[in-house]
C-alpha cells in the first residue's frame, strides 16, 4: 500500500515568522513521520521557511521527505530532503501546481501569497486542507471557511500539530472512500 503524502504549506522567512511558529512546523514534520506518512514541501533554493522547519522535524524521527522546488537543479537550503524534484517553472507561478497535486492532504501554517495560491490549488483539485488556526497568515484567515461559494473543500481548522496531522489523515482516509 502507497504510503500517505502530507505537504506542509507555510510562509518563508522574509515575512518573519516567531521561533514559536518555527518549532510547531517541526513538530508537523515529526508528527508526520510518526504517522508513517511522507512529507512533502516546497524546497527553497535560498531561504529557510515554515516548510523547510517541517522537513526538519520530519528528518529528526527518519521521516522520508520529498522536496519540490522551482527552477532547475537540486541545490536547495534544506540539506536533509531525501528527494529533490527540480520543476522548471517558477516560485509563485507554476510551481505550486505539482507541489499540491503530489499530496494527498496539506496542512498550512500562516502563510502569505505563496501558500495562499497552494491552498487554491488544493481547493480546486478537491484535497483536503488543514490550517493550523493560531499560526496567522492565510492559515488563519481561512480556518473553518470555504473559499467560495461552491463550498468544495472546507478547510479544516486545528489547535497543534498532532490534531492537525490527526485531521488530515482522517480527511485523506473520507476522501477514499468515495
Known amino acids: 500500500m502507497r504510503k ?3 505537504g506542509v504549506m507555510g510562509s518563508m522567512a522574509d515575512l518573519n515568522y516567531s521561533e514559536d511558529l518555527e518549532k510547531l512546523a517541526e513538530q508537523l514534520g515529526e508528527e508526520i513521520a510518526k ?3 511522507i512529507l ?3 524546497a527553497e533554493k535560498d531561504s529557510d521557511s515554515l516548510s523547510t522547519a517541517a522537513c526538519r522535524g520530519a528528518k529528526k524521527n527518519n521521516g522520508l521527505t520529498v522536496g519540490i522546488t522551482y527552477g532547475k537543479g537540486l541545490g536547495v537550503y534544506e540539506k536533509d530532503v531525501d528527494v529533490v524534484i527540480a520543476t522548471g517553472m517558477d516560485r509563485g507561478g507554476g510551481r505550486e501546481m505539482p507541489l499540491v497535486l503530489s499530496c494527498d492532504a496539506i496542512i498550512t501554517i500562516s502563510g502569505g501569497s505563496g501558500t495562499l495560491n ?3 490549488v488544493a481547493y480546486q483539485a478537491g484535497i483536503p486542507i488543514v490550517a ?3 499560526s496567522g497568515g492565510w492559515s488563519a484567515n481561512l480556518s473553518g471557511k470555504y473559499l467560495d461559494s461552491r463550498n468544495r473543500v472546507q478547510i479544516v481548522s486545528a489547535k497543534d500539530a498532532v490534531d492537525a496531522v490527526e485531521k488530515a489523515i482522517a480527511a485523506i ?3 477514499q472512500s468515495f
Open 4 to 6: 500517505l503524502q502530507i
Open 132 to 134: 493550523l488556526e493560531n
Open 40 to 42: 512533502v514541501f516546497g
Open 173 to 175: 482516509h473520507h476522501n
Open 35 to 37: 504517522n508513517n506518512a
Open 118 to 120: 497552494e491552498i487554491t
